[in-house]
């Protein structure tokens, strides 16, 4: 693994993102995916996927890191950085429901750092890998729109 010209830092949060990886619970995809999230206090969360027999219920290694981190005490926007890790082919690329959930928990800047078993990286932002998104400001005509 070389993640050559990535940054140390953001090698470091792959390498913990693969560390998550490997507490997966994946008995029905056997596909392990792990997470990094980096606060602005400098702790890292992990996450991994975590499947069940009912296919639905399955928690993404993203979303895992991000609600564990909420459940921790940090707030939208208190994030520095994640990294997420998986034996793909090219650099994982997160699923549309974590993007969504990124979107709702992230400043839109902030970057996701993507990543495989060969060394592989690539870099985006949280705004980047959703556009278009809905968002928060999304529901503010929520009021006027109901009492038309
Ligand atoms: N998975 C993730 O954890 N993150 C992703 O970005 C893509 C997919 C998981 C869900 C499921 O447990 C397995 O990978 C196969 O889809």
Same mark, same amino acid.
């Not at 564990?68 to 707030?75: Q, S």
């Not at 078993?117 to 959703?130: A, E, N």
């Given at each position: ?29 056997? =596909? @392990?995916?792990? /997470?990094?999230?980096? *606060?602005? +206090? #400098?702790? !890292? ?33 208190? =994030? @520095?950085?994640? /990294?997420?890790?998986? *034996?793909? +082919? #090219?650099? !994982? ?56």
């Amino acid at each position: 693994m070389t993640y050559e010209g990535l940054s140390e830092s953001y090698i470091k949060l792959l390498l913990k993102a693969k560390e998550a990886m490997e507490r997966a619970y994946v008995p029905y995809s056997h =596909f @392990q995916v792990g /997470a990094a999230l980096l *606060d602005e +206090e #400098g702790h !890292i969360h992990f996450g991994c996927n975590v499947e069940n027999a009912a296919y639905g219920p399955t928690n993404c290694a993203e979303r895992t890191a991000l609600f564990r981190a909420v459940a921790d005490g940090k707030r939208p926007g208190q =994030f @520095q950085a994640i /990294a997420v890790i998986g *034996d793909t +082919e #090219g650099p !994982i690329a997160p699923c549309g429901i974590c993007r969504q959930v990124l979107v709702e928990l992230c400043m839109p800047d902030m970057p996701v750092i993507m990543g495989n078993l060969k060394g592989q990286w690539s870099i985006s932002t949280v705004s980047d890998i959703l556009p278009g998104a809905f968002t928060p400001a999304s529901l503010d005509n929520r009021e006027r729109k109901t009492n038309e």
